[in-house]
């Protein structure tokens, strides 16, 4: 359930998908996170891989 | 050995701390990895003449630092550079390897076949792996006993992958064949002869899969195997090259032939041997992943897991890494480390698992993550549907290993009492 203003990034090294409208609560990103607030030092969850690695999802 | 490591104050251990090949170690290895973890946590092993890295912390962080590489060809003693006339087919595609090329290169081969990899197209290779599963199991059928090594484990990987390439099942041998010799060819514990021959070994499956990519591309519409799906990726005008697609199967057979034949084994031996745990997994399936996770990590297969080469002299964890030392990542060891998880040789299926790196970390992670857990999700579906009240045989199963296995500790058989007329009997 995403709204047309937020988008979905994927990374590109294991696949994991970040939905800004769900966010990630477990890790205490409230839905509606913007990607591109996270700090630069943010790595993804599933693979430890750099906030570079993601990229916007098209489906 | 240098002169120059001779002069670093380093700490050192042996093959009296760490055998990997001792059969004793092989059966039960968890007091050696306590202590690596906890009293070596990297220490330069003089027997083996590389570097062993073990701690969670210190695997992690290894993964993580690309100045630590995974390609064979910064190791100190990896054979001399061959002249373009002198490259075969392995040499110009490991030119192309996932493991070879540029950090740049890697993420663009792993952006243009992430659509091929991705979480979420999993459930068409569920489907095409599926079928195999299921006719694995028919040809079990319902005995009192089977070895699980034998039926599912030594089975069915190799063949999961071809079928997801779009090897047909006449072609499989082939392609069986090539999927061993490509895993041996660069494992720097093996001899240098061992490698060559491995290497030759794998000539006919390149072959063989040049001429299938060809045909793939020679198609007037494109079919929906792997293959196919690899030969249209891309964006704009940048596509694959043969080279690339042998290089992302030549990856994914690492990652995910081989290896897989540990994860059936463990799995089930791990939920078998304790029975509660598998219970649980009846009553609660959602925990599925979750448990495929834990019985790996508590299982712990590996023997000498993965390998990184110093690109540079480096300070790594109080030591003095030297350019072109090869380093043994520990990570069988690392997954069983205390101090990141509590109770670490107990298996717990509703563990939280966060933070795990039982499919490694970082630009590196396992290619083929998801294709193993389809494919272990699905074995452990028809497993459970056919047998609920399955144990092991006679307590332990007959386990046995193949302690000369060169990466794994490998189980050879593992006996499944079924309890399927027990079952019938007590329903009726």
Same mark, same amino acid.
């Given at each position: 359930?995403?709204?047309?203003?937020?988008?979905?990034?994927?990374?590109?090294?294991?696949?994991?998908?970040?939905?800004?409208?769900?966010?990630?609560?477990?890790?205490?990103?409230? $839905?509606?996170?913007?990607? @591109?607030?996270? $700090? @630069?030092?943010?790595?993804? $969850?599933?693979?430890?891989?750099?906030?570079?690695?993601? @990229?916007?999802?098209? @489906? | *050995?240098?002169?120059?490591? =001779?002069?670093?104050?380093?700490?050192?251990?042996?093959?009296?701390?760490?055998?990997?090949?001792?059969?004793?170690?092989?059966?039960?290895?968890?007091?050696?990895?306590?202590?690596?973890?906890?009293?070596?946590?990297?220490?330069? !092993?003089?027997?083996?003449? *590389?570097?062993?890295?073990?701690?969670?912390?210190?695997?992690?962080?290894?993964?993580?630092?690309?100045?630590?590489?995974?390609?064979?060809?910064?190791?100190?003693?990896?054979?001399?550079? =061959?002249?373009?006339?002198?490259?075969?087919?392995?040499?110009?595609? *490991?030119?192309?390897?996932?493991?070879?090329?540029?950090?740049?290169? !890697?993420?663009? %081969?792993?952006?243009?076949?992430?659509?091929?990899?991705?979480? !979420?197209? *999993?459930?068409?290779?569920?489907?095409?792996?599926?079928?195999?599963?299921?006719?694995?199991?028919?040809?079990?059928?319902?005995?009192?006993?089977?070895?699980?090594?034998?039926?599912?484990?030594?089975?069915?990987?190799?063949?999961?992958?071809?079928?997801?390439?779009?090897?047909?099942?006449?072609?499989?041998?082939?392609?069986?064949?090539?999927?061993?010799?490509?895993?041996?060819?660069?494992?720097?514990?093996?001899?240098?002869?061992?490698?060559?021959?491995?290497?030759?070994?794998?000539?006919?499956?390149?072959?063989?899969?040049?001429?299938?990519?060809?045909?793939?591309?020679?198609?007037?519409?494109?079919?929906?195997?792997?293959?196919?799906?690899?030969?249209?990726?891309?964006?704009?005008?940048?596509? %694959?090259?043969?080279?690339?697609?042998?290089?992302?199967?030549?990856?994914?057979?690492?990652?995910?032939?081989?290896?897989?034949?540990?994860?059936?084994?463990?799995? %089930?031996?791990?939920?078998?041997?304790?029975?509660?745990?598998?219970? %649980?997994?009846?009553?609660?399936?959602?925990?599925?992943?979750?448990?495929?996770?834990?019985?790996?990590?508590?299982?712990?297969?590996?023997?000498?897991?993965?390998?990184?080469?110093?690109?540079?002299?480096?300070?790594?964890?109080?030591?003095?890494?030297?350019?072109?030392?090869?380093?043994?990542?520990?990570?069988?060891?690392?997954?069983?480390?205390?101090? =990141?998880?509590?109770?670490?040789?107990?298996?717990?299926?509703?563990?939280?698992?966060?933070?795990?790196?039982?499919?490694?970390?970082?630009?590196?992670?396992?290619?083929?993550?998801?294709?193993?857990?389809?494919?272990?999700?699905?074995?452990?579906?028809?497993?459970?549907?056919?047998?609920?009240?399955?144990?092991?045989?006679?307590?332990?199963?007959?386990?046995?290993?193949?302690?000369?296995?060169?990466?794994?500790?490998?189980?050879?058989?593992?006996?499944?009492?079924?309890?399927?007329?027990?079952?019938?009997?007590?329903?009726?």
């Amino acid at each position: 359930m995403s709204d047309a203003a937020t988008q979905k990034w994927i990374c590109i090294i294991c696949g994991f998908v970040y939905d800004e409208a769900a966010g990630l609560p477990q890790h205490g990103i409230p $839905p509606g996170t913007r990607f @591109e607030t996270f $700090p @630069e030092d943010w790595t993804c $969850p599933e693979c430890g891989s750099a906030k570079s690695s993601f @990229e916007v999802m098209t @489906e | *050995m240098s002169a120059a490591a =001779k002069l670093d104050d380093r700490l050192e251990i042996d093959l009296g701390i760490f055998n990997p090949m001792a059969p004793e170690f092989i059966r039960d290895p968890g007091e050696t990895w306590r202590r690596l973890v906890l009293e070596y946590p990297v220490a330069f !092993h003089r027997d083996m003449g *590389m570097w062993v890295v073990s701690s969670h912390e210190l695997c992690l962080k290894m993964m993580m630092d690309l100045r630590f590489s995974p390609n064979f060809r910064h190791w100190e003693y990896a054979p001399p550079e =061959k002249t373009e006339a002198e490259k075969d087919d392995y040499d110009i595609t *490991m030119d192309h390897s996932l493991f070879t090329v540029s950090p740049q290169q !890697h993420l663009r %081969l792993r952006k243009l076949t992430m659509p091929a990899f991705a979480r !979420h197209v *999993m459930s068409k290779i569920n489907e095409r792996i599926r079928g195999l599963i299921v006719d694995c199991f028919e040809a079990i059928g319902a005995p009192d006993e089977f070895d699980a090594y034998a039926t599912i484990a030594a089975n069915l990987p190799a063949r999961a992958i071809a079928r997801m390439v779009g090897v047909p099942p006449e072609d499989e041998i082939i392609f069986i064949k090539f999927s061993n010799s490509v895993v041996k060819a660069t494992r720097i514990n093996l001899s240098p002869e061992e490698r060559a021959e491995a290497q030759h070994d794998s000539l006919e499956g390149y072959a063989y899969l040049r001429r299938a990519i060809a045909e793939r591309r020679a198609r007037p519409f494109p079919s929906d195997d792997f293959l196919a799906a690899l030969v249209t990726a891309g964006e704009a005008d940048d596509r %694959l090259g043969d080279w690339d697609i042998l290089a992302v199967v030549m990856a994914l057979i690492a990652a995910g032939a081989d290896t897989a034949v540990d994860l059936h084994t463990y799995v %089930l031996q791990g939920l078998l041997s304790h029975p509660e745990q598998y219970r %649980l997994l009846q009553e609660r399936p959602a925990l599925q992943e979750n448990a495929i996770i834990e019985a790996l990590r508590q299982g712990s297969p590996g023997k000498l897991p993965i390998f990184r080469f110093a690109t540079d002299d480096i300070e790594f964890g109080g030591q003095t890494i030297r350019k072109g030392q090869a380093i043994l990542v520990n990570l069988a060891a690392a997954w069983r480390d205390p101090q =990141k998880w509590q109770d670490p040789d107990k298996l717990d299926i509703t563990r939280n698992l966060e933070g795990h790196i039982v499919f490694g970390a970082g630009p590196h992670f396992c290619i083929g993550t998801y294709l193993v857990r389809a494919q272990g999700g699905i074995m452990l579906e028809e497993f459970i549907r056919r047998f609920p009240h399955a144990e092991l045989a006679r307590g332990d199963g007959d386990l046995a290993y193949d302690y000369e296995h060169h990466n794994a500790r490998r189980i050879v058989r593992l006996n499944v009492r079924t309890n399927v007329g027990a079952a019938i009997r007590h329903a009726a």
